[in-house]
DNA sequence: GTCTATATCGCGATAGAC
DNA sequence: GTCTATCGCGATATAGAC
């Protein structure tokens, strides 16, 4: 049985094929002016202030409503533009759920980076599942239904996402080895299926619920589910 | 902070009401004819397997390409029968969806129903866990954005879903409290949270992810994945 | 109840003036 | 680059004959 609609797990060749090898350009086009003076002509400025307000906002909306119940004329409403004048930065809805993907890959590499160097790699993952369970109960968590193609073909195709995937994939990968050669990680469960299920958290719909049911507050949540994931819900 | 957009969790209220209030009034309407000598008209008959077919069309297309996506059309396609036809049966696109729900729950009640009776409580929750898992990996497991409101509130309005996503709950909710009697399911969990969390593998992606993979079996992955749950990625 | 044909409309994307 | 106005398409839902 062949596999049909090729599901994209996120980093599944990124962390199959082990790749060290790509030089990762930094940062390609717009962003890329880290030396030389300061010309940055103010007019570039706003429309680069222009693009992060309209990348909010998306990130926002996807959070919310997820990609298919997400208008393009609700994102320039909220921005507060014409949608016209959507397309002349973005060329597609696709193109604006992309820029938020990659933005909220930007936050995680540097919430990762931003980790003490003091904490145990099991530290660590326990970190990354409270900051994707916080991201998502604040309503910040863009959610990509898995099941969109032209959504998943637009993604797979974007480079910068793709790169930040990976890195922040690797990253977690390397501590997931650690923490089970520590001996604080279980040796039974694949890598593959802890990062996985640490990506999971961010369309984990319990927190929702429980939110929903109004009786925790969003801390007393995330330890919650942090504490059920990782110690499960047998007896200890 | 108020809660908005109400999120719906699977039977929030059912078993936070613990109601057993409501008479359940043994199925209403058409399949309400267990007395009195059969008189199923045949045409009734041909009535009945013709919905049935369109309900099964719709779990199926639910589960591959969730709701938002799934298109009238293509389930009148799928069944043989013009669209028009369709909406003689269901008067909406949403209660199609809630037709095949109410099909979902009625299977998980035959499933629950079907258990051995020799089974501890525990091993009846991982059961339900695998049931899930293994109708999602089959692709029959009908896929509701949570966020669509619309189709939230059909729900919420259906009589006949609402009672058995109540039964079911209730049912594995006493399970959950007698494994946590018992000493085999850790008390330190909430059984909402434990209750949630299993109703979370209807949606769990990290199955896809790992049949994606293509270095699992399916049954290796429903192990996999209910071994991560009940036992944790800790070290045990 | 089934069909063909069509109404209606929301939304992604574009034209073209400024 | 921004706007207003509009196209074009696809999808839900319905009309009306049989």
Same mark, same amino acid.
């Given at each position: 049985?062949?596999?049909? #609609?090729?599901?994209?797990?996120?980093?599944?060749?990124?962390?199959?094929?082990?790749?060290?090898?790509?030089?990762?350009?930094?940062?390609?086009?717009?962003?890329?002016?880290?030396?030389?003076?300061?010309?940055?002509?103010?007019?570039?400025?706003?429309?680069?202030?222009?693009? #992060?307000?309209?990348? @909010?906002? $998306?990130?926002?909306?996807?959070?919310?409503?997820?990609?298919?119940?997400? /208008?393009?004329?609700?994102?320039? /409403?909220? $921005?507060?533009?014409?949608?016209?004048? =959507?397309?002349?930065?973005?060329?597609?809805?696709?193109?604006? !759920? !992309?820029?938020?993907?990659?933005?909220?890959?930007?936050?995680?590499? !540097?919430?990762?980076?931003?980790?003490?160097?003091?904490?145990?790699?099991?530290?660590?993952?326990?970190?990354?599942?409270?900051?994707?369970?916080?991201?998502?109960? !604040?309503?910040?968590?863009?959610?990509?239904?898995? @099941? &969109?193609?032209?959504?998943?073909? &637009?993604?797979?195709?974007?480079?910068?996402?793709?790169?930040?995937?990976?890195?922040?994939?690797?990253?977690?990968?390397?501590?997931?080895?650690?923490?089970?050669?520590?001996?604080?990680?279980?040796?039974?469960?694949?890598? =593959?299926?802890?990062?996985? /299920?640490?990506?999971?958290?961010?369309?984990?719909? +319990?927190?929702?619920?429980?939110?929903?049911?109004?009786?925790?507050?969003?801390?007393?949540? +995330?330890?919650? +589910? +942090?504490?059920?994931?990782?110690?499960?819900? &047998?007896?200890?």
């Amino acid at each position: 049985m062949p596999i049909r #609609n090729a599901p994209t797990p996120p980093a599944a060749s990124a962390s199959a094929s082990a790749s060290a090898s790509l030089p990762t350009p930094a940062l390609p086009a717009k962003a890329a002016r880290a030396a030389g003076p300061v010309k940055v002509s103010f007019k570039t400025q706003m429309l680069q202030a222009r693009e #992060n307000a309209i990348v @909010q906002a $998306v990130n926002r909306l996807l959070a919310e409503k997820g990609f298919d119940l997400m /208008t393009v004329d609700e994102v320039a /409403t909220e $921005v507060g533009i014409a949608k016209a004048s =959507l397309y002349k930065h973005f060329s597609s809805k696709e193109d604006l !759920a !992309a820029a938020a993907m990659v933005r909220v890959m930007g936050l995680a590499q !540097a919430f990762l980076d931003g980790l003490p160097a003091s904490s145990t790699p099991l530290e660590r993952l326990k970190s990354v599942a409270r900051w994707v369970l916080q991201q998502q109960l !604040a309503g910040e968590m863009p959610s990509l239904p898995s @099941q &969109n193609s032209s959504l998943r073909a &637009n993604l797979m195709a974007n480079k910068v996402y793709l790169d930040s995937l990976m890195h922040v994939s690797e990253k977690i990968g390397s501590w997931i080895e650690a923490a089970q050669q520590d001996g604080s990680l279980s040796r039974t469960v694949p890598p =593959l299926v802890v990062l996985y /299920t640490l990506y999971a958290r961010a369309c984990d719909p +319990v927190p929702g619920f429980l939110k929903a049911g109004g009786q925790y507050t969003d801390g007393q949540i +995330v330890e919650l +589910v +942090v504490a059920s994931c990782f110690d499960g819900l &047998n007896t200890r």
